[in-house]
């Protein structure tokens, strides 16, 4: 039977829960442990599909086509596992699926009530078998939260059931540094710590994020109030890059803390791959500027995997990747000229599709390492195809309706696939021997994440390779491309899938690592 670890929050969101509990499983890792990770949301949506990447960052996909959280990003590059649809959990799916049970007459004309019925459903999702030692889950939002109620109560139930040795109670808080003072205030922690408690659960372990580190005085007054030993406070320092909190965990015996509680034997653990991370962020290194042609800039998250997949590619690379954020709907030719290499992420609408193109028009004029990710790849098409093969009324279907659909929906795509609307999840896709995709990835057949709804049109194919661009990747069937490239380009390369949520932080993405080495060069 697996072990569970639950991650909650309180007295504020966005203290870094997700990377929290990403960083126990690392330490559980490093001591040889499996581990698998759940994300519980107590939000209504069914999932955060439609949510705005700017109220809550990157919508990530799962190989399995589910649209998550980016808290599963951080699980799968921490810990190099792969998550599924039933790791991403909402509220809305919760209520969604025992509503549509009491309507097939499930539970035989029962009442049907919060507890049992809501909380049995929370658990089998808890409970579902993963075959791993561990499994930590995270509970969005904040202790306190109306919403979130009823998950509280229900993992309050799951350590009944299971036994209270086979689940630790990991709670985050923050203390505030009241600078007039010189003081670090431990009673917003206390307070949540309580209120977590009314709910009847007693924490096992405290984070406590803080600007530096907790003295030992403070750390059991803290244990006093909360019931704990001083030693099962640990300080959360703010540090300047989400790696380091692994190392942070160790240096204070967080290991310890759950062997003890676990019984498992005490273990010192491997941290060399975050060490190597580590000592990367604190190298003396040259910078190579990416810039990126976007318009999800105002909310850090909103690119998350993306800048995580240039990063990881620094690091094999041996570079600092500054990412320059350029406006699509304000980018000038100007905005170029301190760049190493120029990258066109995923995007919907046609806010700023204009500037895009130009950007991938710039790339290819100036010979400057292109990637094109999604939208990236189908604005590089319709320049192309506008400006090369000489028709300017090339465009996709979802921003103009009378003109050359070199991007379109392709009606002959099977709908039921695509998830309703989208073509979500990993599709294989075979790569052209002999071309710079295939150099790449040192293989012909490959498996990246789709979520986009248009499609390079394969009527244009012949037009587009005629003139110099090569569709490089294309699906099993042969109806859908997947990768362009310019061979006459120093590097132009695009996929119609998204590359970097699949990167990791150990080994970087094929695609971006070549993509960083060609700027590199530059
Ligand atoms: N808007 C484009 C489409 O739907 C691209 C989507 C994306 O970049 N993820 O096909």
Not at 473 to 492: A, N, T, V
Not at 496 to 507: D, K, R, V
Request: glycine share 10%.
């Amino acid at each position: 039977m697996s072990k569970y670890i639950f991650v909650t929050g309180g007295v504020v969101s966005s203290l870094g829960k997700g990377v929290s509990a990403a960083s126990l499983g690392a330490l559980l890792q490093s001591r040889g442990y499996t581990v698998h990770a759940r994300k519980f949301d107590p939000y209504l949506n069914i999932d955060p599909g439609t949510m705005s990447p700017l109220q809550h960052g990157e919508v990530y996909v799962t190989n399995d086509g589910f649209e998550t959280d980016l808290d599963l990003g951080y699980y799968e590059r921490y810990l190099g596992i792969k998550l599924s649809r039933n790791d991403s959990v909402s509220g809305g799916r919760i209520y969604w699926d025992v509503l549509n049970a009491e309507r097939r007459g499930d539970y035989l004309g029962n009442t049907v009530q919060m507890i049992p019925h809501v909380t049995n459903k929370i658990k089998e999702y808890i409970g579902a078998p993963t075959g791993t030692d561990f499994v930590i889950c995270e509970i969005g939002g904040t202790v306190g939260d109306i919403e979130g109620k009823i998950f509280l109560e229900s993992i309050r139930q799951f350590a009944n059931d299971v036994g209270r040795r086979n689940v630790l109670f990991s709670h985050l808080t923050l203390a505030p540094y009241l600078e007039q003072s010189g003081e670090l205030k431990t009673k917003p922690t206390q307070m949540s710590v309580r209120n977590l408690l009314e709910n009847g659960i007693q924490a096992d372990v405290l984070f406590v994020r803080s600007p530096r580190m907790l003295t030992d005085d403070e750390r059991a007054k803290i244990g006093m109030f909360c019931n704990l030993p001083a030693k099962n406070v640990i300080t959360s320092m703010n540090v300047d890059n989400i790696y380091k909190i692994p190392l942070v965990y160790d240096a204070q015996h967080v290991f310890d803390i759950m062997a003890e509680h676990f019984g498992l034997p005490n273990a010192a653990g491997d941290m060399s791959k975050i060490q190597k991370i580590e000592h990367h962020l604190n190298a003396d290194l040259p910078t190579c500027t990416i810039g990126m042609v976007g318009k999800y800039f105002d909310i850090a998250d909103a690119y998350k995997s993306l800048n995580e997949a240039l990063f990881h590619a620094g690091i094999q690379n041996n570079v600092h990747v500054k990412i320059k954020k350029i406006n699509a709907e304000t980018v000038s030719p100007e905005d170029f000229t301190d760049v190493d290499g120029i990258l066109v992420p995923g995007g919907f609408g046609t806010r700023g599709i204009e500037g895009k193109i130009m950007a991938a028009r710039y790339a290819r004029e100036n010979n400057i390492p292109y990637m094109g990710i999604c939208l990236g790849m189908q604005v590089a098409v319709i320049e192309f195809m506008r400006d090369v093969v000489g028709d300017e009324n090339a465009n996709s279907t979802e921003f103009a309706k009378n003109c050359t659909p070199v991007i379109d929906i392709m009606s002959d795509c099977d709908k039921e696939d695509m998830g309703g609307t989208l073509r979500l999840g990993a599709y294989p896709c075979n790569i052209k021997p002999g071309t710079l995709a295939e150099k790449i990835y040192g293989a012909t057949n490959i498996s990246e994440r789709h979520r986009h709804r248009y499609e390079v049109n394969i009527k244009y194919k012949d037009a587009l390779e005629k003139a110099g661009m090569i569709i490089s990747g294309i699906s099993p069937d042969g109806k859908l491309p997947e990768m362009i490239e310019i061979p006459s380009h120093k590097f132009f390369v695009a996929g119609q899938f998204h590359p970097e949520f699949q990167s990791s932080p150990f080994s970087g993405h094929p695609m971006f690592n070549a993509f960083i080495a060609a700027a590199k060069k530059k």
